[in-house]
């Protein structure tokens, strides 16, 4: 594997193999060795708590070193280019790098400057591999299966690197997604090949999995939708939305989670949210992802 820009294309043995590499090491729960003497460098150009911090543990329990670039404590605020910052820690001898950035390219554009596997960490709009790997795994847990669930994903959906993912992915997987939002959050015409809705109340009954979005103000969201009290009110999990749910379901956010917004604080600390299962399958899933590009890279 050379490094993970899109989960777009592959195929659901590739799928899950990953999956059952993370499943494999969550359960392992103890340092490994394939890291030894290698080099992961996150660049993060946008701000993370749970990717940045999640990739960083799992290239620790690896064995491997650690840079950690952050733009505003680095030489980009005296002008070096985005380029000129790639090949640098390349010449550092990074064996993977990891990226996040505002730039829908920027994971592509490292992958060909430094010649390195390049692990997508969230790119502009474009996708969000390893959450997906995460929600999967989580889900796998929880359910036992994936195929023939379905999942309404609920919110920003236009702006959401997290749903190109999931839409990438789960279908192939076997899961059955529908969008839900209001119309200036959803795809303008279908070409993400999945059912769309502004009804969230009718589809709360036929769901497995509710998986929430936050709002995305910095992509300019913010126009065209209803006040945040209107949007909480059509498409916020409150307790009486959870009691029009099956027994089964579940609720999913790949944070951070806007409480009062999407999902009511009662929600989100409730025995249906898989919220802290996610975060916490971060590390795992993390580990098998570098793990499967520092072998590819050797
Ligand atoms: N889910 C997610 O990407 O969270 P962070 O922005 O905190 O990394």
């Known amino acids: 594997m050379s490094g993970l820009l899109t989960l777009r294309g592959m195929s659901r043995d590739g799928l899950e193999d990953l999956l059952d590499r993370a499943q494999d090491l969550a359960a392992q729960q103890r340092p490994g060795e394939r890291g030894a003497g290698r080099t992961v460098t996150t660049v993060f150009f946008e701000p993370s708590t749970r990717t940045r911090l999640s990739f960083e543990k799992a290239a620790h329990l690896l064995g491997a070193h650690v840079m950690s670039f952050a733009p505003e404590r680095s030489s980009t605020s005296k002008g070096e280019s985005f380029k000129d910052t790639i090949l640098t820690l390349t010449a550092m001898d990074t064996d993977v790098f990891v990226v996040r950035h505002w730039l829908a390219d920027a994971a592509e554009l490292t992958a060909v400057w430094s010649g390195r596997p390049v692990v997508n960490a969230g790119v502009g709009r474009r996708e969000h591999p390893t959450q ?3 929600d999967a795994l989580t889900l796998r847990q929880r359910f036992g299966h994936l195929d023939g669930l379905r999942m309404a994903i609920v919110g920003d959906v236009r ?7 999931h839409l990438a992915a789960f279908p192939t997987l076997g899961v059955e997604l529908t969008l839900v939002g209001p119309t200036p959050f959803l795809p303008t015409s279908d070409p993400w090949g999945a059912r769309t ?3 969230l109340d009718a589809e709360l009954g036929d ?9 995305q103000r910095e992509r300019g969201a913010a126009t065209g939708i209803p006040s945040d009290g209107g949007y909480a009110r059509r498409f916020g999990m409150n307790q009486e939305r959870v009691s029009m749910l099956k027994p089964t379901s579940v609720i999913m956010h790949p944070g951070p989670i806007n409480r009062g917004l999407e999902i009511d604080g009662a929600v989100a600390d409730g025995d249906r949210s898989l919220i802290l299962e996610q975060v916490a399958n971060g590390v795992p899933v993390r580990m098998a992802v570098l793990s499967a590009a520092l072998e590819g890279e050797q």
């Open 132 to 134: 997906t790997l995460i």
């Open 159 to 165: 702006n959401s690197r997290v749903a190109r993912a």
């Open 197 to 199: 809705t502004t009804d």
């Open 207 to 215: 769901m497995d999995v509710i998986y929430l979005l936050r709002i």
